[in-house]
């Protein structure tokens, strides 16, 4: 059974990204020992997972994306979960992708072995069903951790589901005042308990949690 992990950054004042949704702020106090810290969470697991807004963010740009993280982030297999918005086929998906980059040059999107490093996004499978009876169907697959990405809605959506195993959220020394807020609207409290905490040079603070 795969266990799922949430990993998110998130201000002082308990917001993933400010009241337009931008999140800028959370690149300006990481340093080489927190984004190797979020890297090792990323490059274990087995599937990524996330909302149908952030795939269709990250997918137009991690093909292409030379840094540390593209490797884990193109070589690991995706899922996609949507109520609306595009073809719920893996198929129609993968034609849209493959179609928004006609024009783009196809040594970008191949490694020296010659596979196509958008591969894994193309392929992502799709649930447009019921979020809980999906996670419940990725979890009794064996292989390595579930971690999930995502805006505030998705991972909102994910904790009531309360199937999440552990919670690392990365804390950056800014108060953004307002924003998009995750434990925001629970329908009961989720009480966590912390299992480690890392306090990082530029001022991140790692905590990780399991559910009580």
Not at 55 to 79: C, D, H, L, Q, R
Request: proline content about 5%.
């Amino acid at each position: 059974m795969r266990k799922l992990i949430m990993k998110m950054s998130i201000s002082i004042d308990g917001f993933v990204a400010d009241i337009n949704g931008e999140t800028g702020w959370m690149f300006k106090s990481g340093d080489d020992y927190s984004r190797a810290w979020v890297l090792n969470i990323c490059a274990s697991a087995g599937i990524h997972i996330m909302g149908r807004k952030t795939f269709e963010v990250m997918a137009s740009y991690w093909p292409t994306a030379t840094n540390p993280f593209a490797g884990a982030m193109n070589e690991i297999p995706k899922a996609v979960f949507t109520r609306r918005g595009f073809n719920p086929t893996v198929k129609g998906f993968a034609n849209k992708l493959k179609a928004e980059r006609l024009n783009e040059q196809e040594a970008d999107f191949v490694n020296s072995e010659g596979n196509s490093l958008s591969s894994s996004w193309m392929d992502a499978r799709v649930f447009d069903g019921d979020l809980l009876r999906g996670i419940k169907e990725l979890k009794a697959e064996s292989g390595s951790p579930i971690v999930a990405h995502g805006g505030a809605e998705f991972m909102r959506s994910l904790i009531e589901t309360g199937l999440i195993d552990e919670y690392h959220l990365i804390t950056h020394p800014i108060a953004l005042g307002t924003g998009m807020p995750i434990f925001d609207g629970l329908s009961k409290p989720c009480e966590l308990k912390l299992m480690d905490a890392q306090v990082f040079p530029g001022g991140v603070i790692a905590h990780t949690y399991r559910p009580e």
